[in-house]
């Protein structure tokens, strides 16, 4: 499986608040059964700007200590950009870190309440600088939960979304969890992310996501969701086994 979105850095955010805390939740990870996890810091313009640099150097420290403990998991970089009319000049001048830069994945989080009015046009100049935008868990967007048409209109133009894995529990509420399931059967979803911000609180834990989606989709599709399929081929850690590939 992997986890698009993760706050397991730390230093950087509301996330892990140490080293400990960090290597705790990779190895709560990969007993679940991930094996890819982005690292994905918040950018929030004048407010919170890591640095490509910044973050590739926090991920080389937890590939190290998952290979020291023999981990089957690694750590890949990203951030998730708070979406901003700056994103696109931002990307230009190289400011933000895509995931899997081959192909230029780029998590961009909507307000929480809104659309803004140039939400539409930061993302088709995202697309034509070569970056796909991946919406982080637009199921929690509140305008969404109200006009979902422009979901399906995003989707349709080269958009992705990746889900929290939480939303289909409902523990962001019955309209974020019905908004789930209705995304997921109208196949706007391309992804998982678990959102953690610690061993405790919202863990990296997909494995109870996974399994609630073979039971909406069935196994086949379920796959396709929980390896971003759709997205990119993402490398896979070596060695895998035959039952962790299934």
């Known amino acids: ?24 939740m990779l190895e709560i990870a990969e007993r679940e059964g991930i094996r890819l996890l982005f690292a994905t810091p918040h950018f ?7 640095k490509p640099e910044e973050i590739a150097a926090g991920v ?67 697309q034509l600088a070569g970056v796909t935008p991946v919406l982080a868990h637009p199921e929690r967007n509140r305008r969404l939960l ?9 989707v349709s133009r080269g958009v992705k979304v990746q889900i929290t894995a939480d939303s289909l529990f409902g523990r962001f509420g019955r309209q974020v969890q019905k908004a789930s399931e209705r995304m997921l059967a109208e196949g706007l979803v391309h992804g998982l992310g678990s959102d953690a911000h610690s061993p405790r609180h919202r863990s990296p834990r ?6 609630r989606l073979i039971k909406l989709l069935g196994k086949e599709r379920a796959r396709a969701i929980v390896r971003a399929e759709a997205m990119a081929p993402f490398r896979w850690p070596e060695p895998i086994t035959a039952s962790e590939a299934s």
């Not at 499986?1 to 706050?7: N, P, Q, S």
């Not at 929030?44 to 890591?50: G, H």
């Not at 403990?69 to 990203?78: E, N, Q, T």
């Not at 997909?206 to 399994?211: G, K, N, P, Q």
């Open 1 to 24: 499986m992997i986890d698009l979105h993760t706050h397991i850095l730390p230093g950087f955010d509301d996330g892990a608040q140490s080293w400990p805390e960090a290597r705790q």
């Open 44 to 50: 929030i313009e004048t407010v919170s700007e890591p």
């Open 60 to 126: 080389a420290a937890l590939n190290r200590y998952a290979q020291l403990k023999g981990l089957a998991i690694r750590v890949l970089p990203g951030l998730e950009a708070a979406l901003s009319p700056a994103l696109p000049e931002l990307v230009a001048a190289g400011r933000l870190l895509a995931q899997n830069r081959e192909d230029r994945l780029l998590l961009v989080e909507l307000p929480a309440l809104e659309l803004p009015p140039y939400t539409d046009q930061v993302l088709f100049q995202l």
């Open 146 to 154: 109200a006009e979902p048409w422009w979901l399906e209109d995003a």
């Open 206 to 211: 997909l494995r109870e996501a996974a399994l």
